[in-house]
């Protein structure tokens, strides 16, 4: 090493150095500890007290509060998420094309994701799910004529609750349709002439020439849509007072761990339920990586 | 979108023509549905805005008053000032407003200033280990917060940190997170490196580049971390409702939630609150939009 390398290296551990303190106080530590855990009993207060694999055996075999949670955040997940992409791609699409005022419609359909998980969007949308006169049953029955006490009673209901906030999750789409457009703007016109010239219509060219190229993007988006709505939680806590309700129906797993952890001061049994919704996650990611050889890479031979 | 293949045998006047007319109907069909798609969006804002103008006599009227009369102003006042329970103790949404702002604008400058320069590091200058770190980084963006949530409340209480704003704030000087620094690097990537030559030859050191070449180059990207920033920390909810008990030192989030718990029929002053405590976002959009639309679509894919 010369002497300017050795100034390049130590200058740039000197830059990152506060990034390596985050790395081990903030995540490796901490991911460690939880680890540790979630082995243990304790509730701040009394001395720490180690169990073994009492915590998961209590949670796989005897809890079904937990069953309950995971069962719907999976819920949440598998119907938001490509529902959600579907909508962005087509939003996306709608908007690379000339069109007057499209600057207005981009900014009409990217504030709300912008505003996005906050607790004033939640009292809205608590609102506007009021069975009795809320907005969207009022337009259900406006539309379809159906009187309003026998539209869906959403977050007061079982069954609709969970859909309640599916729904309410579509109101974000255009967070996805910004980087989707990115990424439709990426694509060379050259392909769309060619398959023009092949004779192609409009179809056509959509699986052959727009799906391909988008396949990156969609590909990374699908992995950190799912990682985020795995974790969704200010909303449910808002729009139903911190409880999950009715009947445990919008009980998602970090409400469940906040609850354990924050309520009940099961800091062990909590940093099980945080380890399990790690794995959780891990899994899914793996599982889309594992089966990404839909996903086109321009530069790249197909084998 | 129905669509009919151009037939190579038509006259080349009347290929063009239909296809001019092709994409007339096409541009009028989109227009159409993203129109419809644009109110969509926008009812839950003017049915928030109406509501939070009415009469509480008003408010649970079927079919909706859209344009209540008279407009009752007061509601913004009024809820501004009860903000739950704790009016007694003098608190507002005022007090609320004060600690949020403290907290976000720290976060921000924390995150923009720590993010860059981390980055500049990862994307500008070579050192043992460069690779398997930004990968470690990356990972990092993989690990739910929950997970580390139990045992970094445990450290900071144990080193008293709990109830005050620390918590909150110093985790953004540190990296500012992996998803930032991995925003401006990709930036910084797209910067020609002959800047950098440049500048050493006339004595710049590393920091110099970084600071005054680089930096300067970087408003976009820049300007789109600290809008997400500051709207996340804006947003936030799990952190402050973790680590704040004091209720003078709670920020807006946890101020409209108890406000919630406790007006929870009251629409129309909920509506007014949760306003204003949204118009700044809006705002911060508005100004920043032109920047970080252009941001995320050259960094956030490469």
């Keep these: 090493m010369t002497s300017a390398e050795r100034k390049e290296a130590i200058s740039a551990y000197v830059f990152i150095a506060p990034f390596l303190l985050a790395i081990i106080f903030m995540t490796g530590g901490p991911v460690l500890a939880a680890f540790f855990l979630s082995f243990c009993k304790w509730d701040i207060l009394t001395p720490i007290q180690f169990v073994g694999l009492e915590n998961y055996k209590e ?71 009021n069975a009795d006169s809320g907005l969207l049953n009022y337009m259900i029955s406006l539309c379809t004529g159906i009187p309003m006490s026998e539209c869906p009673k959403w977050l007061a209901s079982e069954f609709w609750s969970k859909n309640a906030l599916v729904i309410m999750s579509f109101w974000g789409v255009g967070g996805g349709m910004i980087i989707y457009l990115a990424g439709l703007q990426g694509i060379p016109t050259a392909l769309y002439e ?9 179809w056509q060219q959509f699986w052959t020439v727009t799906l391909p190229g988008l396949s990156p993007v969609i590909f990374f988006q699908l992995i950190i849509t799912i990682v985020n709505s795995f974790q969704i939680f200010s909303q449910v806590y808002v729009m139903t007072d911190g409880l999950g309700g009715p009947a445990d129906s919008t009980l998602v797993m970090v409400l469940y761990i906040y609850q354990k952890a924050f309520k009940y001061y099961q800091m062990g049994y909590a940093s099980a339920l945080a380890w399990v919704l790690f794995m959780v996650i891990m899994l899914a990611t793996w599982l889309q990586f594992r089966y990404a050889k839909w996903v086109y890479y321009e530069g790249e031979l197909r084998k | 979108m129905s669509e009919t293949i151009p037939n190579p045998n038509e006259s080349p006047n009347g290929f063009w023509a239909s296809k001019r007319r092709n994409e007339k109907m096409t541009k009028i069909f989109t227009t159409i549905v993203l129109s419809i798609g644009a109110v969509t969006m926008i009812l839950p804002v003017i049915w928030m805005l109406s509501t939070s103008f009415k009469a509480p006599t008003e408010v649970f009227a079927v079919p909706p008053i859209w344009i209540p009369s008279p407009l009752h102003f007061e509601n913004y006042p009024k809820a501004w000032t009860i903000s739950g329970m704790y009016a007694s103790e003098g608190i507002t949404f005022t007090t609320y407003t004060f600690n949020t702002l403290l907290i976000a604008v720290l976060s921000c400058i924390g995150v923009t200033s720590s993010s860059s320069i981390v980055a500049f590091a990862f994307a500008r200058l070579r050192f043992p280990g460069r690779g398997p770190l930004f990968i470690l980084c990356l990972a990092t963006m993989m690990i739910p917060t929950q997970v580390t949530m139990i045992p970094t409340f445990i450290l900071f209480k144990s080193i008293g940190w709990y109830d005050t704003y620390l918590p909150l704030i110093v985790p953004a000087f540190l990296g500012g997170g992996a998803y930032n620094i991995f925003l401006m690097r990709q930036f910084f990537m797209s910067i020609p490196y002959e800047m950098d030559e440049a500048a050493k030859i006339d004595g710049c050191t590393n920091f110099g580049v970084f600071w005054r070449i680089l930096l300067p180059l970087c408003k976009p990207a820049l300007t789109t971390v600290a809008v997400f920033s500051f709207v996340w920390n804006w947003n936030d909810f799990l952190n402050p409702l973790i680590y704040l008990d004091t209720n003078s030192k709670k ?30 976002l809006v705002a911060m959009f508005l100004i920043g939009q032109r920047y970080f639309i252009q941001g995320i679509a050259t960094t956030g894919l490469k």
Aim: hydrophobic fraction near 55%; glycine fraction near 6%.
């Design chain 2, 251 to 280: 920020t807006l989030a946890l101020g409209l939630t108890n406000f919630v718990s406790l007006y929870g029929q009251d629409y129309h002053l909920l509506m007014a609150a949760s306003l204003l405590i949204v118009i700044p």
């Design chain 1, 194 to 202: 060619a398959a023009e010239i092949d004779g192609a219509n409009r």
């Design chain 1, 59 to 129: 949670m796989f075999f005897n809890d079904p509060r937990f069953w309950k949670a995971l069962y719907n955040t999976a819920y949440f997940t598998f119907l938001s998420v490509p529902v959600g992409m579907v909508l962005s791609i087509m939003v996306a699409m709608l908007m690379n094309q000339k069109i007057r005022g499209i600057a207005v419609y981009r900014t009409i359909y990217y504030l709300p994701s912008v505003l996005g998980a906050g607790v004033a969007v939640a009292v809205l949308w608590k609102w506007i799910f």
